[in-house]
Nanobody, 127 residues
Framework: QAHVREYGGAPVQAGSSLKLACAVS????????WTWFRQAPGKEREFVAA???????YYADFVQGRFTISRNNPQELVYLEMDNLKPEDTAVYFC?????????????????????WGQGTQVTVSS
């Protein structure tokens, strides 16, 4: 049974940095893309960043160079480093595993592509 758990969320001041981690077990890791989504209060869940199986990365426009996604295949971990955090980055951040093995395309933003989700980790940015 697949298990995904996110770590690292915290309350921080605007301009701070955080590094989120996602630990995966119980499913194949290295041949799939892994993605971070987020959901702010009262809003729909949105795509943040993805890293595919050859470590090509993709980001939402609002990231604007502030976030970096990475992966460690031997340890089955996915990271999201976030710099210069803003109050509008406040959300629950979710890690998700793509169901498309060895996918080489550029489309990662739809939640329909993911079949493995964590419970999320809360990031709160105060001004």
């Amino acid at each position: 049974q697949a298990h995904v758990r996110e770590y690292g969320g915290a309350p921080v001041q605007a301009g701070s940095s955080l590094k989120l981690a996602c630990a995966v077990s119980g499913r194949s890791f290295s041949q799939f893309a892994w993605t971070w989504f987020r959901q702010a209060p009262g809003k729909e869940r949105e795509f943040v960043a993805a890293i595919n199986w050859v470590e090509r990365t993709y980001y939402a426009d609002f990231v604007q160079g502030r976030f970096t996604i990475s992966r460690n295949n031997p340890q089955e971990l996915v990271y999201l480093e976030m710099d210069n955090l803003k109050p509008e980055d406040t959300a629950v951040y979710f890690c998700a595993g793509d169901r498309r093995r060895l996918y080489g395309g550029d489309n990662y933003s739809s939640q329909d592509f993911y079949d493995t989700w964590g419970q999320g980790t809360q990031v709160t940015v105060s001004s």
